[in-house]
């Protein structure tokens, strides 16, 4: 994600309301996200559908690397040759 630029990416709510079509065609050419604010505070943010799906997948990625450490802590580990088994099993579950 690109750094924030306080006077570019960071934009009262009514100016956003006027400029709708402007900011979504911006968002998905020129940068990754815009701060939305009302009342002078951030009120919520707009990112491109590329940047949104680049959090989910990183997001997904960190979960599984986090559960795959507790499960290691907690000794639930398998040989090369029981994993094998396992994939082998659920490939041929799978093929069915």
């Given at each position: 994600?690109?750094?924030?630029?306080?006077?570019?990416?960071?934009?009262?709510?009514?100016?956003?309301?006027?400029?709708l079509a402007k900011?979504?065609?911006?968002?998905?050419?020129?940068?990754?996200?815009?701060?939305?604010?009302?009342?002078?505070?951030?009120a919520g943010v707009?990112?491109?559908?590329?940047?949104?799906?680049?959090?989910?997948?990183?997001?997904?990625?960190?979960?599984?690397?986090?559960?795959?450490?507790?499960?290691?802590?907690?000794?639930?580990?398998?040989?090369?040759?029981?994993?094998?088994?396992?994939?082998?099993?659920?490939?041929?579950?799978?093929?069915?």
């Amino acid at each position: 994600m690109n750094s924030i630029s306080i006077a570019n990416d960071i934009i009262p709510v009514g100016k956003f309301k006027t400029d709708l079509a402007k900011y979504l065609t911006e968002i998905n050419t020129k940068r990754n996200s815009l701060i939305i604010t009302q009342n002078g505070k951030p009120a919520g943010v707009l990112i491109s559908p590329s940047e949104f799906d680049r959090l989910n997948y990183t997001n997904d990625f960190l979960s599984s690397l986090s559960e795959g450490l507790k499960d290691s802590e907690k000794g639930y580990v398998l040989s090369t040759s029981q994993l094998r088994n396992v994939l082998t099993k659920a490939r041929a579950g799978r093929d069915k």
